[in-house]
């Protein structure tokens, strides 16, 4: 498998002489094509961080980080609006639709922006909304629909593009159990079926366990990492252990 992501050494200081503040200290990571992996720790300990480096959202202090090949940290903005655009998918914690735009076209601006033609446009969006479940409101608005479907429709527009690494903020965060079950369902079958490549920030043992692999930050360094073996039932218990080791995460039933 080939790596998407390869970040070596990467560090993020905030602030000058007399308050500076490290949040992360020479962190390395990989994430090969395929893998679902999870980003976890106690809150203050580097994730969101994390996440804004290896999105193009910030810019790291020290150390590279290439997806799919290439360096972000060397890009200029032209050059990363471009990448972000074509490599990269994310799903936010409040959806982030536009309420001018139907679901459908929510879902096909990142390859309206990127001018593809228009049967390609119909045949993706079909394919897509049909592995999420939400083929029968792609005429609704965003306020038309629930905040399990909004999610959904998110997770579609991140991913219509084939990025190469979908990211996801805590994408559970603002869904009641329900929707949150059927967003992660939809997820790992993205993985599982289409090879999607996902890194999810999260601070949930639950959504965590539908990962195949998770890295646990503690004060901006790498704690350990847990692989998944088993039932995702016992993997729920493994999260839990560790997080109570943390001193952080919720320690929410598995259902």
């Not at 590279?64 to 032209?78: F, R």
């Not at 083929?135 to 593009?161: H, M």
């Amino acid at each position: 498998m080939n790596n998407v992501l390869v970040a070596k050494s990467v560090r993020k200081i905030y602030g000058s002489r007399g308050n500076v503040y490290t949040a992360l200290h020479d962190i390395d990571l990989e994430i090969k094509e395929g893998e679902f992996v999870g980003i976890m720790g106690p809150s203050g300990a580097g994730k969101t961080t994390l996440l804004n480096m290896i999105s193009t959202i910030d810019r790291p202090t020290g150390g590279t980080i290439a997806i799919d090949g290439d360096d972000i940290v060397k890009m200029n903005e032209d050059k990363l609006s471009s990448f972000r655009r074509n490599k990269l998918g994310f799903i936010f914690q409040d959806f982030n639709l536009l309420d001018t735009l139907t679901v459908k076209e929510n879902i096909v601006l990142p390859l309206a922006l990127s001018k593809v033609n228009h049967k390609q446009i119909e045949k993706r969006v079909n394919e897509i909304s049909d592995i999420l479940g939400i083929s029968d409101i792609l005429v609704k608005y965003p306020y038309e629909i629930s905040g399990g479907q909004k999610q959904r429709t998110a997770a579609a527009r991140a991913i219509i593009s084939k990025p190469k690494l979908i990211l996801a903020d805590e994408p559970t965060g603002a869904l009641d159990s329900k929707s949150s079950t059927e967003l992660l369902q939809c997820m790992s079958d993205l993985n599982q079926n289409n090879k999607a490549t996902i890194m999810m920030v999260t601070h949930d043992a639950f959504a965590a366990s539908y990962c195949k692999r998770i890295l646990f930050i503690k004060d901006g360094k790498l704690f350990t990492e847990l692989v998944r073996g088993g039932s995702r039932k016992e993997f729920f218990q493994k999260i839990l252990d560790v997080l109570r080791t943390l001193g952080g995460g919720d320690n929410n039933e598995l259902i």
